[in-house]
Nanobody, 122 residues
């Protein structure tokens, strides 16, 4: 099985920064895309940022220019550097691994972390 464990969430004032990390563990051969989603109370889960194994990135319009996603393929780890945080960024941030290929297992699967709370105070 694959486990995704997030870290780095917390409480920060508006304008501050946080760095989230997510490490995937298990019998992983390759993860095609890793990403961060977020869900605020009463709202649907939304994509924040996605990064392919080759480094191509995609961001939600609301975070462009403020957030940066990166990954270490050797460590199966993805990061999210969040700068100039706003109260609207308050949410549970969930890590994802898409198109994961496991050893001795055909096909690809998606996996999700449990999430880490980010709270931005005004």
């Amino acid at each position: 099985q694959v486990q995704l464990v997030e870290s780095g969430g917390g409480l920060v004032q508006a304008g501050g920064s946080l760095r989230l990390s997510c490490a995937a563990s298990g019998s992983i051969l390759r993860i095609n895309a890793m990403g961060w989603y977020r869900q605020a109370p009463g709202k649907q889960r939304e994509l924040v940022a996605l990064i392919l194994s080759g480094g191509t990135t995609n961001y939600a319009d609301s975070v462009k220019g403020r957030f940066t996603i990166s990954r270490d393929n050797a460590k199966n780890t993805v990061y999210l550097q969040m700068n100039s945080l706003k109260p609207d960024d308050t949410a549970v941030y969930v890590c994802s691994a898409h198109g994961t290929v496991l050893t001795y297992t055909p096909g690809m699967r998606d996996y999700w972390g449990r999430g880490t709370q980010v709270t931005v105070s005004s």
